[in-house]
């Protein structure tokens, strides 16, 4: 919905990395009519296949002006319930909870509800204030009629104190999601040295909501041990050494190496911005070709 790496936060534990356009201007960033036909050229393979067709992006969803236009064309081409995932920054404002209203589920997330520990973990656009945030998804609550997951990401030593804990337990029960996702510091941070909770605490923290929602879980964990691999330094070399036996596309990657989509391109895109490799069109597929050790030697 927003290109890399576009959001009106900026988290300590983004896994994306760093925000470079820090924004709550919205703006419109796609051919709406490309994603509707490459959607309805991938909808016969889809069918009966999918949960959600989930809106999501190099950043915060809701910052693309034409969210509701899509949503509606979206509607038009397929029953396949939509989800959006968010940061809730835009959900002060009543306009975009509106447009939020033709969704089927909604992942909203809420890290923290002290200004300050907000301000520590989420870094948001200057004069975001997460008592609004709050206001915002109790008020998205009561116009809702679709599922609300609420995302709680926990990083150890930031938003995980007894203190932060009961307020944020207090302002949960006001909001009343239908489920709560406590998450962590699974995948690669922004920022050096912020760390995850550890599992016991997270049950803790999990036993400690109960009461705010139905259905309460620990989600986000590695599926495999293979993840844990992008973690290393040889992740990159690992794709190189992919990539030099043949040009791949991102979902031989994925096939072949067991780590997300998000992670790859992530690194994907760092290796063709370095030079290391290159993209190339073929049959209307894009593939990922190994183009030097040394792309600094290449004139
Ligand atoms: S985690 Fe989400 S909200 Fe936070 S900076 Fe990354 S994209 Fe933005």
Redesign the pocket.
Known sequence: MVPY?T?????V????GE?TNHTIQRQSFLDIDLVCRELKERLPQLQGKVDYITLA????PTLNVDLKDLVAEIKNLTSIPIAI?T?S?LLPDPEVRKELQQLDLIVP?LDAVTQKIFEQI??PVEGIKVQEIVQGLIDLRKEFQGQIWLEV?FCAGINDSMSELNRLHEAIKAIRPDRIQINTVFRPP?IEGILPCAPEKLQQIATMLSSAAEVVEVVGQPRSDKVAVSQSRSFKKRILELLKRRPCTLSDMVRATGISHIELVKTLDNLTQAGFIQIRSHEGQAYYQFRSEEPEKLT
């Open positions: 790496k959001c009106s936060f900026n988290c534990y983004c896994e994306l925000t992006g190099s950043g915060e995932l940061n920054s997330s989420n870094h990401l922004a």
